[in-house]
């Protein structure tokens, strides 16, 4: 079983501020990661993955994440906040072997909104 | 352009009454996947179907049903017997791969159901 634990249902920062999105699982079997940005209304678009190759992982619009085993944590930054950032983030897990309940099924964390102040 | 159409977007019924909300994709994705989204809770898996004829139930389909007729369609049917059904309802799909479970997914826009 996996779940997913994304640490601050509000974030806000000013623009040009680092942006710091925490995330931790739990997976029973090596774990791929996402990260999921949600504008108003909208559905999710994604950021950026994980699946065990390069743990810091680059993704779109200049966010990154990094993927550490020992804390089992993949938390999502970006060194300079912009206004368009401003958006819900979320995490997500899936297990990395075939077969088993979880195979094909992303578990997501209860997101993140980021504000972003001018 | 590829992509995952959901209709509508919003969508109102009554107590009661049965509503189909609509999910055709033109990716050629084998899997197809049902979210319900509701604040501060995430999205929680309905129902998923990695092969036409085929679907699972998810972490909460009491109250909802589906069909995978064709590889495109995958509709999802929220019935009277789902108690809270108000909720913005995501539809996604991944390229399923035997073994392979890194695929991310691609989503619709949603379809936001209001039952009074």
């Known amino acids: 079983a996996q779940s997913v634990t994304q640490l601050g249902s509000h974030v806000s920062v000013s623009e040009g501020a680092l942006v710091l999105l925490r995330c931790n699982y739990s997976s029973s079997v090596p774990p791929y990661l996402f990260w999921y940005v949600q504008y108003p209304n909208q559905g999710l678009q994604l950021l950026l993955k994980y699946t065990s190759a390069a743990t810091l992982v680059k993704g779109i619009n200049g966010f990154e994440a990094e993927f550490k085993k020992s804390e089992t944590s993949f938390h999502l930054t970006k060194p300079s906040a912009h206004m368009s950032d401003a958006a819900e983030y979320f995490c997500a897990v899936t297990g990395s072997n075939a077969g088993g309940t979880s195979y094909g099924k992303l578990t997501f964390g209860q997101g993140t909104i980021l504000t972003v102040h001018p | 352009d590829g992509g995952i159409t959901q209709s509508p977007k919003y969508l109102f019924r009554k107590e009661g009454q049965n509503v189909t909300l609509s999910c055709e994709q033109n990716l050629n994705h084998d899997a197809m996947y049902w979210y319900r989204q509701d604040p501060g809770q995430g999205l929680r898996l309905i129902y998923y179907s990695q092969i036409v004829n085929d679907f699972q139930k998810g972490d909460i389909a009491e109250g909802y049903s589906v069909s995978r007729e064709k590889k495109e369609s995958f509709p999802l049917t929220v019935t009277s017997a789902q108690k809270n059904p108000t909720a913005f309802y995501l539809c996604?799909?991944?390229?399923?791969?035997?073994?392979?479970?890194?695929?991310?997914?691609?989503f619709g826009n949603g379809t936001r159901l209001t039952v009074t």
């Open positions: 996604a799909s991944s390229p399923f791969r035997q073994g392979r479970n890194n695929s991310p997914l691609h």
